[in-house]
């Protein structure tokens, strides 16, 4: 089946080490998007890249970077991971043409832990 | 600021009940998303909803968007167990389509036996 699959589902980093988050679809979307959800709260967007566009949401961290190598991959870079930023981080993908517009495909989500 | 109001945030409530939940939004669009999310798990969609006046249904489950009142409704009728999760409905950030969604809070309902 077509889907959208984050690696690894847990992910345990220490206190300032550089982690790297992994998405991949086999969609064939335009749009890959990354949101923070700590917990019991919201899905917060931090970045989307439509196309090969990168577009930062204002209040995203400098301290979070994001890589699309291909159509299918998408990273989320965290250089410096401080206790907060703690969360499940989830990629979405969509597609948008002149028929309709698609909603957001979610994957599972990957939970990262600081320690 | 696109500001996205879900109520209520917690609803305990019978099974074979019926409910609504509401979602205030305060930007126009014409686009809103339903979202279910089960503890631990990540964001299943459930409705788009793209016209004002747009209704639609799934099993026991029926959404209703009103753009000119900037309101979406997610009525659950005769309510069982396996209905109980997270609910969130969310608008696009920009109305363009592609430039990501804003999030309600959530509703968490729970439903007894």
């Known amino acids: 089946d077509a889907m959208v699959i984050q690696n690894p589902r847990y992910q345990v980093t220490q206190f300032g080490k550089p982690v790297t988050l992994s998405c991949s679809q086999t969609?064939?979307?335009?749009?890959m998007y990354w949101y923070q959800q700590k917990s019991s709260q919201a899905p917060k967007l931090l970045f989307h890249y439509y196309d090969k566009d990168f577009n930062n949401e204002a209040d995203t961290p400098d301290n979070f970077q994001s890589r699309r190598p291909n159509t299918s991959f998408c990273f989320l870079d965290i250089r410096s991971p401080g206790l907060g930023d703690a969360a499940m981080y989830l990629c979405a993908t969509s597609r948008t043409d002149r028929v309709g517009y698609q909603p957001q495909h979610f994957g599972d989500g990957t939970r990262l832990s600081i320690l | 600021e696109l500001k996205v109001e879900q109520n209520p945030l917690f609803l305990s409530m019978q099974e074979g009940k019926n409910y609504t939940i509401y979602c205030n939004y305060s930007?126009?669009?014409?686009?809103l998303y339903w979202y279910r999310q089960d503890p631990g798990k990540s964001l299943e969609s459930l409705f788009v909803?793209?016209?004002n006046g747009a209704v639609k249904q799934e099993g026991r489950l029926m959404a209703s968007l009103d753009t000119k009142a900037r309101l979406s409704t997610l009525h659950i009728t005769a309510a069982v167990h396996d209905l109980s999760a997270t609910y969130f409905c969310?608008?696009?950030?920009w109305g363009g389509g592609a430039d990501g969604l804003t999030f309600g809070k959530g509703t968490h309902l729970i439903i007894q036996p």
């Open positions: 969609l064939n979307h335009n749009v």
């Open positions: 930007t126009t669009s014409d686009r």
């Open positions: 969310a608008v696009d950030i």
């Open positions: 909803l793209l016209s």
